[in-house]
């Protein structure tokens, strides 16, 4: 049986925790895109299709790394979050741009549509891209932890 010093008690606890930081933001995501839809009847645009598409199997393979105590997930996880948080910054741009614009026309319904106004300026698309970047800094940081090496 190995022994565990403090350091990497610590350093142990730390990867469960950013690991579980991501798992819990991407479910948390998975179920508030689920509810505005489902309970809310909220019609998802295209673009907030394309950010669907890469938040919720994070919800699923974080959930399964965070079970198995994998933190070589990140090498999976992190191009899945950092493409979705491409996707959140231009659907967030195109709705700052003015209404009057013909740039938006993304399919049934306008990737400018605005059900959720947050404090005047928080978004759904607003929202996305707050989850990914939290997910993106916490795999970033158990990448860290893990040294560099994503086979640990």
């Given at each position: 049986?190995?022994?565990?010093?403090?350091?990497d008690?610590?350093?142990?606890k730390?990867?469960?925790?950013?690991?579980?930081?991501?798992?819990g933001?991407?479910?948390?995501?998975?179920?508030?895109?689920?509810?505005?839809?489902?309970?809310?009847?909220?019609?998802?645009?295209?673009?907030?299709?394309?950010?669907?598409?890469?938040?919720?199997?994070?919800?699923?393979?974080?959930?399964?790394?965070?079970?198995?105590?994998?933190?070589?997930?990140?090498?999976?996880?992190?191009?899945?979050?950092?493409?979705?948080?491409?996707?959140?910054?231009?659907?967030?741009?195109?709705?700052?741009?003015?209404?009057?614009?013909?740039?938006?026309?993304?399919?049934?319904?306008?990737?400018?549509?605005?059900?959720?106004?947050?404090?005047?300026?928080?978004?759904?698309?607003?929202?996305?891209?707050?989850?990914?970047?939290?997910?993106?800094?916490?795999?970033?940081?158990?990448?860290?932890?893990?040294?560099?090496n994503?086979?640990?």
């Open positions: 049986m190995i022994k565990l010093d403090e350091t008690v610590k350093k142990e730390s990867k469960s925790f950013w690991l579980f930081l991501a798992w933001v991407a479910t948390l995501a998975t179920a508030g895109s689920l509810y505005m839809s489902e309970i809310m009847h909220f019609i998802p645009c295209s673009l907030c299709w394309f950010q669907r598409i890469f938040m919720y199997p994070l919800s699923i393979i974080l959930g399964i790394a965070f079970v198995k105590e994998d933190t070589g997930i990140v090498k999976y996880a992190l191009p899945l979050a950092i493409i979705g948080g491409c996707f959140s910054v231009y659907h967030t741009i195109i709705q700052k741009i003015p209404p009057d614009s013909t740039i938006a026309a993304c399919g049934p319904t306008s990737c400018q549509e605005d059900y959720l106004n947050w404090f005047g300026f928080i978004t759904i698309p607003m929202l996305a891209l707050f989850a990914f970047l939290i997910i993106v800094i916490a795999l970033f940081r158990l990448r860290k932890l893990n040294g560099g994503q086979n640990k």
